[in-house]
């Protein structure tokens, strides 16, 4: 099966632009999380979608936003970008959510990078 | 809110001796898992090993294995006859067993260094 592949690789926006990044599950997948990772802070809960609806969500200002779409596939947005938000945005998936020790896989990253 | 603390945030060691890696976490639940996943410098997070907190046995995956102590709340990642390979960025990891999805809580991670 193929890994969970994330697009962009890198990005390099503006401060106030908005970025929309993109996440594809392993195949048959239908749990999505997305992290935020930064150094010191190690990996920061976004939210996790599952069959489209948001079921957690991280302490994030309301300028980041998701979305699953029914073939499991993910986009998050981040609106009005700030040079804070500069950091490596990971997304996992897993096949279920509970009743079991489901690890979840992740991809890559998107390095995003604000100036 | 679960807490997961990694003491340690940087670590070495020589090649060919043994590592232990410390983990320590905060919940008020009885059925969780733990993890510790490895992330090299090429940024793809693996999985290393996993935890049931219901089963006493340590979990053991090759030179890996885990000291589950489940009254302290404490998950150590024993990593032995280290090689090269194992220069990482390991992170322990928690998930809840309740049906509350599939947020996993991290630690901030320890780097291990791997010397020749």
Redesign the interface.
Known sequence: KAGVTQTPRYLIKTRGQQVTLSCSPISGHRSVSWYQQTPGQGLQFLFEYFSETQRNKGNFPGRFSGRQFSNSRSEMNVSTLELGDSALYLCASSPRTSGGPYEQYFGPGTRLTVT | AQTVTQSQPEMSVQEAETVTLSCTYDTSESDY?L?W?KQPP??????VI???AYKQQNATENRFSVNFQKAAKSFSLKISDSQLGDAAMY?CAY?S?????????????TSLTVIP
């Open positions: 898992y993890f996943y090429s940024r793809q997070m693996i999985l996993r935890q049931e992170f998930r067993d309740l049906n509350t999805g599939n947020q996993f809580y991290f630690g901030t991670g």
